[in-house]
């Protein structure tokens, strides 16, 4: 099991990570002076961080769910393209492998994850947006080639050897979320909904972005 200060340690980990995301925001604030929607034709860049189906992933022996999920942190690209009243805004997040691959508490594999979302934006005000939308999501998981990982088997545990090889699943989630605009500051909160139709698979992520606006 998880002792209570390891649980702990990742937990406030967690949060010291994705807080550089909100103090990138703050920063931006600072730099900042009107109130806008989203623009149309305008551009994004900024960061990200993704908390990965929370509740649902675990990497513990005993098999206790993971409370906030897998963090990820990405570069976030993205346009919005005007499609009357409303927008077409479509994201990437990304970040190479030797700078956000997740590793495995035994070190014995590296985890990472690229989203691509295609949502339908619409400005509620002069300073909040919601948008909806599908996502599509690349897991990849890469073995190192030198360990085990001891988990959860159903009635006990056991040593799992992991092999050098790679492993990649691609699935498909649903975006509900809204952002708050300021001049050229924009910071979002996002629901990524996987398997929505599913009563036994369907599981949640939460998405937080920062990033500079350019018209």
């Known amino acids: 099991m998880i002792s209570s200060k390891k649980y702990s340690s990742g937990f406030g980990m967690h949060f010291s990570k994705t807080g550089l995301v909100l103090g990138f925001s703050c920063i931006l604030v600072g730099i900042t002076g009107t109130a806008l929607g989203a623009r149309p034709k305008s551009i994004e860049f900024g960061a990200s961080g993704t908390s990965y189906e929370m509740l649902r992933l675990t990497s513990s022996p005993s098999g206790k769910r993971n409370t906030m999920g897998t963090s990820f942190y990405h570069f976030h690209l993205q346009y919005h393209l005007p499609i009357g009243r409303r927008l077409i805004s479509p ?125």
Not at 121 to 143: C, M, R
Not at 149 to 176: C, D, H, I, K, R
């Open 91 to 215: 994201w990437l997040h990304y970040m190479p492998d030797s700078l956000s691959a997740v590793e495995s508490t035994s070190k014995s594999s590296l985890t990472s994850l690229m989203a691509l979302g295609l949502p339908l934006t619409t400005n509620l005000s002069s300073s909040f947006d919601f948008a909806t939308g599908p996502v599509l999501l690349q897991y990849t998981v890469k073995g190192t080639g030198d360990g085990s990982e001891v988990l959860n088997n159903g009635e006990g545990t056991a040593t799992f050897y992991q092999p050098e090889n790679t492993v990649s699943a691609t699935t498909f989630a649903w975006q509900v979320g809204s952002a708050w605009n300021w001049s050229s500051l924009r910071t979002g909160a996002d629901v990524l909904v996987h398997a929505p139709l599913s009563s036994t698979k369907r599981s949640f992520s939460l998405m937080l972005t920062a990033a500079w606006v350019k018209s």
